[in-house]
């Protein structure tokens, strides 16, 4: 069992496939054409098109901003601050914003992977937070310092990355995205839960 940690600085950065926005890659599983899952950051300075992905279900949960207003077929959806949601990846989707924002993607092949995300706030004074086991855990720090008490007293701040395939113990005072990832070939739809 491994955690890997990846510092803020080191994550790479790069053009969405539609040239309208900037993305920070923060984990990836296969090529990246063709991932069986990806974990992400996006960058949206201005009301964009969201680059289409056919056959891939997609959580998004805003992390910086007030607001972003996702236009899908049919309907409408307001994306709140560290509330998840999920929606097919393969629809055209235009988004509205304000302001300039941040977005969290976990991005999941249909009928190879599911996926889960979870944002949670710790404090000072809390229990340690234990996240489940799952094939895949990727834990992005939002904002404040998070302890890895499962991994030797590892620290992270804003922005590091944290990746394992054993449960994670967390201590600090600080804002998270836990995405957990899982091999599933009659995968359903992913669930979204924000705590």
Do not use: K
Request: one cysteine or more; glycine letters at 10%; proline letters at 8%.
């Amino acid at each position: 069992m491994t955690t890997t940690i990846t510092r803020a600085a080191d994550l790479p950065s790069a053009r969405w496939r539609n040239g309208q926005g900037r993305t920070t890659e923060i984990a990836l599983a296969g090529p990246p054409d063709a991932f069986t899952w990806r974990v992400s950051l996006a960058e949206v300075a201005r009301d964009s098109d969201f680059s289409p992905f056919p056959g891939i279900d997609r959580i998004i949960t805003l992390v910086e901003g007030t607001s972003m207003t996702l236009h899908l077929p049919g309907r409408t959806h307001v994306l709140r601050p560290d509330e998840p949601f999920g929606f097919d990846g393969g629809v055209p989707v235009r988004c509205s914003v304000d302001r300039p924002t941040r977005d969290l993607n976990v991005m999941t092949r249909r009928g190879a992977a599911r996926g889960r995300l979870d944002v949670y706030r710790l404090a000072a004074d809390d229990d340690a937070l234990v996240v489940p086991r799952a094939d895949t855990v990727v834990l992005v720090v939002l904002d404040g310092t998070v302890t890895l008490t499962s991994d030797g007293g590892a620290t992270l701040g804003t922005g590091d990355v944290a990746i394992a395939d054993e449960p994670l113990v967390l201590g600090g005072t600080a804002r998270v995205a836990v995405a957990r990832i899982d091999a599933d070939p009659a995968a359903p739809l992913p669930g979204t839960t924000c705590q």
